[in-house]
Nanobody
Framework: VQLQAFGGGLAQAGGSLRLSCTAS??????????MGWFRQAPGKERELVAS????????AYADSVKGRFTISRDNTKNTFYLQMNSLKPEDTAVYYC??????????????WGQGTEVTVSS
């Protein structure tokens, strides 16, 4: 399974961006994968910001993005998204999508996208 992330760029504080992550390769049941978005700011550890359970039944968010970011998926396109609203300069980071066919998304998950850079100016 290969993941490819799209949609990063430059935004002003208060603005919005939508990241996409498309899966390709040997995918039997896209809906059965747990998915997530991580980010890594310069000098900081990679952190999980949003996750979506298998079959899309449960979402979870880091406190820092709760109420501003939304994770979703489109099974017909083998793609999942991160809608980022009310962006803040502290959201500046490289964002990575990840997926796994286990029950939880973690830093050790199997499949990773290449990262897409998000820069939020004040």
């Amino acid at each position: 399974v290969q993941l490819q992330a799209f949609g990063g760029g430059l935004a002003q504080a208060g603005g919005s961006l939508r990241l996409s992550c498309t899966a390709s390769g040997r995918i039997l049941h896209f809906n059965g994968y747990v998915m997530g978005w991580f980010r890594q700011a310069p000098g900081k550890e990679r952190e999980l910001v949003a996750s979506l359970s298998r079959y899309g039944t449960t979402t979870a968010y880091a406190d820092s993005v709760k109420g501003r970011f939304t994770i979703s998926r489109d099974n017909t396109k083998n793609t999942f998204y991160l809608q980022m609203n009310s962006l803040k300069p502290e959201d500046t980071a490289v964002y990575y999508c990840a997926a796994d066919n286990s029950v939880r998304i973690t830093i050790s998950s199997k499949y990773w996208g290449q990262g897409t850079e998000v820069t939020v100016s004040s």
